[in-house]
């Protein structure tokens, strides 16, 4: 994974001038490593659009905008402060930030859907989410095995974290080992494929 050197500055500009401690949460390195699981595996071959969902302030779309050729990037999250500052301080010609909540987004010109907020998401909303997919689309989700109180979702293993996020026609899947809150350790679990 590749970071440019404006990508870089953007982030440190808005820093610099705004304290906002949910923004540097984006950065923690468990954060980051997530990210590049996606982007380093990410088939090269697709330059349409692409969503991700429960994108926060961005920071994954800017760093695919880095590392792949896509036409357009969509970066869709329920917070309107993501918006607001995206806006503002982290503009690119080809990223457009959409306040909306995921599960009732409605799209058809996909190539490329990610979610990495799974495990933010009941069982009900996934699905939601997950049905609005556009059949055919290649889709990305991750999610993890952390147990703190905002994860309405944990999952025990990859095998039933790709069972309850209904991934079929896999192509790429992955469970890594992270650092986690008090000497502890948790799971990410990364599944590319293709929506059926």
Known sequence: MKIEHETVARWFNYVREKSNPRFTECFWDTQ???????????????????????????????LLNDNVVADEIYT????????????????????TYVTAD???????????????STEHLHQWSYSKWWNNIP????????????????????FTDLDYFKHWNLCSNICYESAIE???????????????GYKE
């Open 76 to 95: 869709v999250d329920i917070d309107p402060i993501c918006k607001e500052v995206g806006d503002v301080y982290f503009l690119s010609p080809n990223i």
């Open 135 to 154: 059949d055919g689309t290649f889709y990305v989700v991750q999610g993890n095995d952390l147990e703190i109180p905002e994860h309405v979702r944990s």
């Open 102 to 116: 995921m599960c009732d987004y409605d799209y058809t010109d996909a190539d490329v859907v990610i979610n990495t």
């Open 178 to 192: 992270l650092p986690g809150p008090n000497n502890t350790t948790y799971t990410r679990y990364t599944v590319m």
């Open 32 to 62: 980051l490593k997530s990210k590049a699981e996606i982007i380093d595996n990410l088939p090269q071959h697709f330059h349409g659009n692409y969503y991700v969902f429960g994108g926060w302030f961005g920071v994954l779309p800017h």
